[in-house]
């Protein structure tokens, strides 16, 4: 069994449809995977913090069982623990959204696994996800690989967020979830909840880039971030690329490495707003 988890509203769907879809296609095994997604309703501070619906999630369980019919996603609400702990925190302005917070509850919510890969929605798998979930952890409390930007402009062990595989356990015992939060309830952090763990670390393993490539696309890639990051041509900018925009990745990043993925995902996509109008 594959546990995973994904944190995020109504609108992480095309990300966690198409993350799931690089793994299923990746990867040799077909055993089966438990999909988590942490989600909640905050629309007070912004009409769009909706929770994802209840038919999305159902559209995702659909697919992962295609491949195993023992595989599940399931959504859990945990609205009451963000108004219990963050509700007018320094951090509910965070850098991204209040929804880049909620991982932080992973230790309250009960049946959470032993050890577990939580993931950005903005992820693809480019090998085989047993290249990454397979790392021994047992003498960490997580496994992270080196922010691509941080590492040069913050401090070189700077690590990224996006891609997290927890031991539970060991982050239980050390407090590792209850230190976090206390960061994010008492002082404003430059990147909220990713700054708060790494605070709050007490020991961590130390991936290769190629377990979190948030540039880059090489063979030896096994995830791709596609987060937000810099360009130098025509002039100097940012720009955030996901992987669901596909075009612009054919157009941008000149990958065709996802195509296979991301024509499934166009073909079960509209599929799906068919389905609920």
Known sequence: MVNLLFCGNSGIFDGILTCLLSILKRSESREPYDVRIFTMDVSHLNPAYVPISPALVSALDAVLKEYNPESSARVI??????????????????????YTLIRLFADLVEGMPDKFLYLDADIMFNRDIHLLYDMDVSEYEYAAANDHYGKYLIHPGYINAGVLLFNMKRAKETGLFEKARGWIKKKKLVFADQSALIRSTTRRKLLPQRFNDQKFLHKHTVVRHFSKRLFWLPYPHTDNIKQWHVERVHSVFHYHQFDDILDEYLVRKASIERENP
């Open 77 to 98: 609400d945990v609205t009451g623990f963000y108004k219990e702990h963050f509700a007018g925190c320094p951090n509910e302005t965070a850098y991204c959204s209040p």
